[in-house]
């Protein structure tokens, strides 16, 4: 590996918030500079949690940092919501989510009440989960070098399921299914930041999906992949997925669940519901014929009462939209910032 | 739990860089709030790391955040010490470190030939200490809402040996012994940053102490306890320990190697260098019979070769320096904050 800098120093001599987006630029990033300095065979799978043998055991091992803001937000605020990313990340390997760490990088001068609301919300979102936090830090900086808190919470649970669910499991026929409607946490997030005062209020959609998924495992159901639709949204997710499988995946954006409100809200705001964050909402990919036994599974569980199928796994390659008139358009990363700062 | 703010709010209205120093008002903040909300029987033990029992696997369960200043400095960069800090964590609780998280905190504008730096010096560093980064994540925040780089590093080891090393397990005339000499790492920090210009450069002790804490493991040397000397130095790591031991523990000041450099810039600046951070430092306590063989061992190592017995366990409390002048003075937690971000 040459020991020169991987990007291109005449197109980004520095960082933008772009590389944290989670479209083109946070791809790149992690393919020529993280993945070529650490690879190793588990980090190269690029899952959601990385999935390790440990003397007879399968353990999943994720981490996620958050600096969301507004710090409160409608539907949820960045403790609980640390919780629950990285709960779902275990999810998204099928494993049962059990120990997180908390770190905490607080700025000097942050109010010591509202530092209490997150640490009780975090202790009320574990409680829900069933996750433990037994691991902690606490870091100060200057006032000026930090923006409230930002938390960073990595989670180590165990698969408990035989079997492998990962991109490279997809088959051609596979049935698309997506847990719920789309954009609430990016439309809440924004609304609150900005100040939009939409007719109907708008909730971020966080929540952890363990048990969702721990269900549908139980109940037997082959779970090919799942992917949560963090920032990037849905459209990001299946661009990576069909890339790691080196198959296609056909949706249908009549199949697409988006509320009126954040509809009525991407309208206006010229932002594509596909690429919206969500917080609590994923994609799962299993053989057609269980389809609507996962389905139907999936609807029985208060995280999956709206689960719709979208779409179909085919042999081709990347994504492809079939719009309401029909009109076929591929889908792939975007290239700037959507919506800076969301997760 | 009463839901109203458990540090008080005339006192401490705002988070202080204190709150961040390791000492007293860290000590306070973990307590009262982290601990009342998050409480657990792991957490509670308060160990460097946290030891689950797993399906018959007994696993260690870390995490750090690193937000030191500068982000080179001599004798390291704030990615090799993250990997460091996190290794020696697991090593503190006689784990064999095994898999490592990276979560970078990027700032808006932060040069990316500098991002790259720091990520071959994780390799590197990941490399000597022989763990795999696993899982990673990438943020970036506003500029002017951060400062470069923070970096956040999970990890996971496994226990192999029999025995649980802990504070609890110290018994009466134990023998306490150091790794090696005090301060390094504050003085080189607090000299790269206020730009001192010592005759002599004082490098930073940064290093993975695994491999030292498993040979000394591997040769069957009964440890009770461990602690690495960071923010808050030995001095610290000695109180904490007293206290959840419920035993006193007595330190000869003549014994405490502190090299020339170290000691003269201590005095010029008004530090105590049992106070000041290290980062590739632990004392360890061995039953009295196996203290020789454990010093012999240390010193094979090169990070242990001026490896010293300081002092020994006693029956009363907290911890005692018996100065060369023969005036014994208890040490307790520093109050305010000796350097802020040094680790």
Chains 1, 2 share one sequence.
Not at 166 to 182: I, W, Y
Not at 227 to 247: M, P, Q
Not at 308 to 320: C, E, H, L, Y
């Amino acid at each position: 590996m040459s020991l020169s800098c991987p990007i291109p120093l005449n197109d980004y001599p520095n960082v933008l918030l772009a590389h944290g987006g989670g479209g083109r630029l946070t791809h790149q990033l992690i393919q020529k500079m993280f993945l070529a300095a650490f690879g190793n065979p588990t980090l190269e799978l690029q899952h959601d949690a990385a999935q390790l043998e440990l003397k007879g055991n399968r353990l999943a091992f994720t981490t996620d940092s958050y600096v969301v803001r507004p710090l409160f937000f409608p539907g949820g605020d960045i403790a609980a919501m640390a919780v629950h990313g990285t709960v779902n990340d275990l999810a998204m390997v099928g494993a049962r989510p059990l120990y997180l760490s908390a770190a905490f990088i607080l700025e000097e001068g942050f109010p010591m009440e509202s530092l209490w609301r997150l640490v009780l919300s975090m202790r009320d979102a574990a409680r829900e989960a069933g996750v433990q936090i037994v691991a902690g830090d606490t870091k100060v900086v200057n006032k000026g070098k930090g923006d409230g808190v930002f938390i960073n919470t990595s989670g180590v649970g165990i698969l408990e399921y035989p079997g492998r669910i990962a991109p490279q499991e997809l088959r051609t026929g596979d049935a698309v299914l997506l847990s719920g409607d789309l954009g609430r946490h990016g439309i809440a997030i924004l609304s609150a930041r900005e100040g939009l005062g939409f007719e109907t209020a708008i909730e971020s959609d966080s929540a952890p999906l363990a048990g969702l998924v721990l269900d549908l495992l139980g109940a037997g159901l082959p779970i090919r992949c799942m992917r949560d639709l963090t920032r990037g949204g849905l459209a990001t997710a299946l661009v990576e997925i069909a890339e790691a499988s080196g198959l296609g995946i056909a949706i249908e954006e009549a199949a697409v669940p988006v509320c009126e409100p954040v509809r009525g809200a991407c309208e206006i705001l010229g932002l594509d519901p596909l690429y919206v964050a969500n917080e609590g909402r994923f994609a799962l990919f299993v053989p057609e014929a269980q389809a609507e036994a996962a389905l139907e599974r999936m609807r029985r569980h208060p995280l999956g009462r709206e689960a719709f199928r979208i779409g179909t796994v085919g042999s081709g390659s990347g994504v492809t939209l079939k719009s309401r008139m029909g009109v076929a358009r591929v889908l792939d990363r975007i290239s700037g910032e959507q919506l800076p700062r969301i997760c």
